[in-house]
């Protein structure tokens, strides 16, 4: 996954069309540097079924907190991750109904979309390609 392909616009997105279809959603901020869904929520006035958590990039960390969305009844949860591809992401991808890999227009990531595919297509998850340009 490459990076500033417009992941968190569309995790905050998925969000919110997600809570207005009466849903409670656990947005999880993998990325602890930029917080873009996490600050994206707290910048918000509404009050809704969504919540975001920033989660250190560390697997244990992460199957935590997908216990406790479990626990606590979240219909859905999204994964707005850093942009490298790792271990951590074969976990979540472990948790995934769907993987959403945004793309863009340009050589470089129609060329990077063969290798996250076949990532996602190993551990049996279905996938779309988002544009977010």
């Known amino acids: 996954m490459r990076q500033n392909l417009g992941k968190s616009t569309i995790s905050t997105n998925m969000a919110v069309c997600a809570a207005r279809a009466g849903k409670k959603v656990l947005l999880v901020d993998l990325d602890e540097k930029q917080k873009s869904a996490a600050n994206w929520w707290k910048r918000r006035e509404i009050e809704d079924d969504i919540k975001a958590v920033i989660v ?57 979309i063969p290798s996250t595919a076949n990532m996602i297509k190993s551990l049996d998850k279905p996938f779309t390609r988002c544009s977010s340009f």
């Open 56 to 112: 250190p990039h560390d697997i244990e960390k992460v199957k935590e907190i997908y216990g406790f969305a479990q626990k606590q009844g979240y219909d859905l949860v999204i994964f707005d991750t850093k942009g490298a591809s790792d271990t951590l992401h074969n976990v979540i991808i472990g948790f995934a109904t769907l993987c959403i890999v945004p793309v863009q227009p340009s050589v470089f990531d129609l060329e990077a």
